[in-house]
């Protein structure tokens, strides 16, 4: 499956946790680094933008030092987006490396201090105000 048309299977939330040493700017940034990469790869329209960035105080954010043979820093950035089903694992792939090449290019994050989830949903499952659903048929 290639790039979506725009309108079709796009609507990412996306939740960014990090640690509170960052500034409101530069959390900002985090959350603009992560739009580039799904506009870059996921075919999501610039204007789809849909975000809440939490800075987490020192020890919050309780992941394991290591894992799949990924050492985990203090600088942790974990990247959560919920969207519509319908990206291919290339897609995905392309996302991945992106969002991790942004964070580190961009915002000094350590590459293997990027994890990522998604979460997809089919479309019925969003709301985008006036309790409305909007993409149900």
């Known amino acids: 499956m290639g790039i979506l048309l725009k309108g079709e299977n796009l609507v990412p939330l996306v939740r960014i946790d990090a640690p509170?040493?960052?500034?409101?700017?530069?959390?900002?940034?985090?959350g603009d680094s992560v739009h580039r990469a799904m506009v870059e790869t996921l075919g999501v329209p610039a204007e789809d933008k849909f975000q809440v960035v939490t800075g987490h105080a020192s020890g919050v954010l309780n992941v394991t030092p290591s894992y799949l043979g990924v050492a985990h820093g203090e600088g942790m950035v974990i990247v959560q987006i919920t969207l519509n089903q319908g990206r291919s694992i290339e897609q995905k792939k392309a996302l991945y490396r992106r969002l991790a090449d942004e964070l580190h290019a961009g915002q000094g994050v350590r590459k293997?201090?990027?994890?990522?989830?998604l979460v997809e949903v089919s479309k019925?499952?969003?709301?985008?105000?006036?309790?409305?659903?909007?993409y149900a048929p």
Not at 124 to 134: K, P, V, Y
């Open 20 to 30: 509170m040493d960052r500034s409101a700017a530069e959390l900002r940034a985090l």
């Open 112 to 117: 293997e201090d990027v994890i990522v989830s």
């Open 124 to 134: 019925e499952n969003w709301s985008f105000g006036s309790g409305d659903a909007q």
